[in-house]
């Protein structure tokens, strides 16, 4: 399954102009942890986001259910999905938001070329620890 989006000029990642399940497959499984997501998880929750996607770039948020939405938060943690918020005025006057998600692709084709935890927003300093002999952590 492919998902062609509508994107600027300007905003298309090279190397990345249609997002498919695989690309999508191996972002969510870069940018869990050092170790990655199972292949096998990874591909469903891929399919599973890709088919509310369709072949949109953005999706409105009132067609997912809670436990679809707590996944959406969790790639959008991971810097895969971002959300986008539209205000328009009813012919009543009141004022309405729509809610959208939207696949970053830039940070899923830094994902796709191993750069998983270098561009995240906050760094967790586990790589200080791993650096660090065995013997740093025993007491006598």
Same mark, same amino acid.
């Given at each position: 399954?492919?998902?062609?989006?509508k994107?600027?000029?300007?905003? #298309?990642p090279?190397?990345?102009? #249609?997002l498919?399940v695989?690309?999508?497959?191996?972002a969510?499984?870069n940018?869990?942890?050092?170790?990655? /997501?199972p292949?096998? !998880?990874?591909r469903? /929750?891929a399919?599973?986001? /890709?088919? @509310? @996607?369709?072949?949109?770039?953005?999706?409105i948020?009132n067609?997912?259910?809670p !436990?679809?939405?707590?996944? @959406?938060y /969790?790639?959008e943690?991971?810097?895969i999905?971002?959300?986008?918020?539209?205000?328009?005025?009813?012919?009543d006057?009141r004022?309405?938001r729509?809610?959208?998600w939207? @696949?970053?692709k830039?940070r899923?084709l830094?994902?796709?070329?191993?750069?998983?935890?270098s561009?995240s927003?906050?760094?967790?300093?586990?790589d200080?620890?791993?650096?660090?002999?065995?013997?740093?952590?025993?007491?006598?």
């Open positions: 399954m492919n998902v062609l989006t994107v600027k000029k300007d905003e #298309t090279v190397g990345l102009s #249609t498919t695989e690309h999508l497959t191996h969510i499984r940018s869990i942890d050092r170790d990655g /997501m292949e096998d !998880e990874a469903t /929750m399919q599973h986001v /890709m088919n @509310f @996607f369709g072949y949109s770039e953005r999706i948020d067609v997912l259910e !436990e679809d939405r707590d996944a @959406f /969790m790639l943690d991971a810097g999905l971002t959300t986008e918020r539209e205000e328009t005025t009813l012919y006057g004022e309405w729509i809610h959208y939207i @696949f970053r830039d899923i830094n994902l796709l070329n191993g750069l998983a935890k561009d927003k906050l760094g967790d300093g586990s200080v620890y791993d650096q660090m002999p065995n013997e740093i952590w025993s007491r006598e």
